[in-house]
C-alpha cells in the first residue's frame, strides 16, 4: 500500500509544527525508517506498516493513531487460567490399545507379564501343518506338524483327569464277554454299524437292549437272521437313521452267513463290502475285533479337532485319514481314535468348547482357542485400588463410571490370552464431585 501525497504534506506539517510534541511510541524499524524519509525528502514515496483488519479507523491517516504489530491485543500472550485443585477436569476421552500379534503371522509365545508384572498373556501357536519336502535324494517326506507331540502328551495327560462316555460306553467295550469270541466280534461289528449319527450312551443303550430282548443267547447272527425286521427296527429305534440300519443289519447278517462262514471279514475290504460300512467302521472293526491295526479310523470329532489344531485343513474324515497316516506313528494309529473321541466328549465339545479348561489354550499350543471378553475394572478411592471383573452384558454402576479400565480378552474360565485395552471412560459431572 502507497501512501497519498495529501496524507505526506499532512504529516509533513504536523511535524513541523510540533516536533517536540508528538508522543513517543514503540515503533518497527520499518516505520522509523519510513519517518526519516519524510523528514529528509518530503516527497518521497515510502511503504508503510500493515495493520490488521479489523481495525475501525485508517492508521495512516494519523501517526499518534497507528499501532503497531506488537501492540495489538489480539497478539497479547494468552493467559492459562490457573485451576483451582478441587476444580472438577474437562471430559476427556481416549483410547489406548497395545499392539497384538496376529496369531497367524506368530509363533509360539511364553507367558510374560505386562509392565507392573501382574497381567500374563499367552500368545497362540500359528497352523504349522504337515508338509511334504523333497530331500537331497530326490524323495519326498512328509514333515509332521509343529509341536505335535507336545500337544498329544497334554491331550493325553488331560484325558486321565475326566472319564468320557467313550470310555465305558466305546463299541469296542460292549461285547458280552460270556458269548464265544465269533459272537463277540458281531457284537462290536453292530455297534459299530449302530453308532454311525449316534451318543454312545444311547448305542449302548441299544446294544444292552438287543442283548436282552433277543432270544437266549442274545445278541447273534442267528438271531438277527431269525428276528421280524419290524421288531428289530422296534429294538433300535433310539439310535440315529433307525429304519435304514435295520436294513443294514438284516442285509449284513445274510452276507455272513453264506459269504463268511458265519464270521465277520478279516480284512477291511471285506468289511466294506458289507452295507452300511465305512472306512472308518471297517478300521475300527478290524482293530477292536481282530486285534489289528492297518489304518486309523478316523471319525468326526478326529477329523474336526485336528482340523482345529491346525494339523491339516481337509473336508471330509476320509481325507483326514490319509494325511494322518502320512507322518502319525504307526503305534499311534489305534490309540488316537479313542483319545481324540473322549476328548471331543469333554473338552472340546462341537458345540460350546471348554478352553478355558484346555491346557492346549493355556500353554498356546491351540490356534482356535475360544476368547471371550472380559473388563477388569479399576476402583480409585484415594489411595486404594480395587480390581472389579466385568463380564460381557453385565453394566457399569454409577461409581464404577469414571475410572480407568483395562479390557482384556480371557479364556472361557477367566484366563487372559490376548491383549489389554485401557480405556478411560467419559465422566459425567455430578459424579465428579463425588467421592471416586
Known amino acids: 500500500m502507497r501512501t497519498s501525497r495529501i496524507a505526506q504534506e499532512t504529516f509533513k506539517l504536523s511535524q513541523a509544527i510540533s516536533p517536540n510534541k508528538s508522543t513517543s511510541r514503540r515503533q518497527t524499524r520499518s516505520f522509523a525508517n519510513s519517518l526519516s524519509a519524510f523528514a529528509a525528502a518530503g516527497s518521497a514515496v515510502v511503504a508503510t506498516p500493515l495493520v490488521s483488519q479489523d ?13 503497531d504489530i506488537e501492540d495489538n491485543p489480539r497478539f497479547s500472550p494468552s493467559r492459562k487460567r490457573k485451576r483451582d485443585i478441587d476444580t472438577p477436569s474437562t471430559t476427556v476421552t481416549s483410547v489406548s490399545i497395545s499392539t497384538r500379534t ?22 497362540k501357536v500359528k497352523r504349522q501343518p504337515a508338509k511334504e519336502v523333497v530331500n537331497g535324494a530326490g524323495e519326498v517326506e512328509i514333515h509332521p506338524p509343529a509341536h505335535w507331540e507336545e500337544v498329544y502328551e497334554a491331550v493325553r495327560e488331560m484325558r486321565k483327569r475326566v472319564l468320557a462316555p467313550v470310555d465305558t460306553m466305546g463299541c469296542e467295550s460292549l461285547a458280552d464277554e460270556g458269548l464265544s469270541e465269533r459272537d463277540q466280534r458281531f457284537q462290536t461289528l453292530i455297534a459299530l454299524m449302530l453308532s454311525s449319527q449316534t451318543k454312545d450312551t444311547t448305542t449302548a443303550a441299544t446294544i444292552h437292549n438287543l442283548q436282552t430282548s433277543l432270544p437266549f443267547p442274545g445278541l447273534t447272527l442267528a438271531n438277527i437272521l431269525a428276528v421280524d425286521p419290524t421288531t428289530l427296527n422296534t429294538l433300535i429305534y433310539a439310535v440315529g437313521f433307525h429304519n435304514n440300519k435295520t436294513r443294514y443289519i438284516k442285509a449284513t447278517a445274510l452276507i455272513l452267513q453264506e459269504q463268511f462262514n458265519d464270521d465277520i471279514p478279516d480284512t477291511v475290504a471285506g468289511l466294506m463290502s458289507l452295507p452300511g460300512v465305512g472306512p472308518k467302521m471297517a478300521y475300527l472293526c478290524l482293530s477292536a475285533a481282530w486285534g489289528r491295526t492297518e489304518g486309523i479310523g478316523v471319525d468326526v470329532h478326529v477329523h474336526r479337532i485336528t482340523n482345529l489344531w491346525g494339523w491339516h485343513k481337509t473336508r471330509g474324515p476320509e481325507e483326514t485319514r490319509k494325511c494322518l497316516e502320512a507322518w502319525l506313528p504307526r503305534e499311534r494309529w489305534h490309540e488316537i481314535n479313542h483319545l481324540l473321541v473322549g476328548f471331543g466328549q469333554t473338552i472340546c465339545a462341537p ?29 480409585r478411592r484415594g489411595k486404594e485400588e480395587e480390581d472389579v471383573m466385568v463380564g460381557k452384558g453385565e453394566e457399569l454402576t454409577k461409581e464404577e463410571e469414571g475410572v480407568v479400565i483395562k479390557e482384556e480378552e480371557v479364556l472361557a474360565c477367566g484366563e487372559v490370552v490376548k491383549r489389554e485395552e485401557e480405556v478411560v471412560v467419559k465422566v459425567e459431572e455430578e459424579l465428579l464431585t463425588g467421592e471416586i
Do not use: H, N, Q
Not at 481495525?55 to 499501532?67: G, H, M, P
Not at 497367524?104 to 501382574?118: H, I, L, M, P, Y
Not at 468348547?353 to 473388563?375: D, H, I, N, Q
Open 102 to 123: 496376529s496369531p497367524r503371522k506368530s509363533g509360539v509365545k511364553a507367558e510374560d507379564e505386562d509392565a507392573e508384572g501382574k497381567v500374563k498373556r499367552i500368545g
Open 351 to 379: 458345540v460350546g468348547r471348554r478352553c478355558g479348561e484346555c491346557t492346549l489354550a493355556e500353554r498356546g499350543l491351540c490356534p482356535s482357542a475360544v476368547v471371550e471378553r472380559k473388563r477388569v475394572v479399576k476402583r
Open 55 to 67: 481495525d475501525d479507523s485508517s492508521s495512516l491517516s494519523s501517526a499518534s493513531s497507528t499501532t
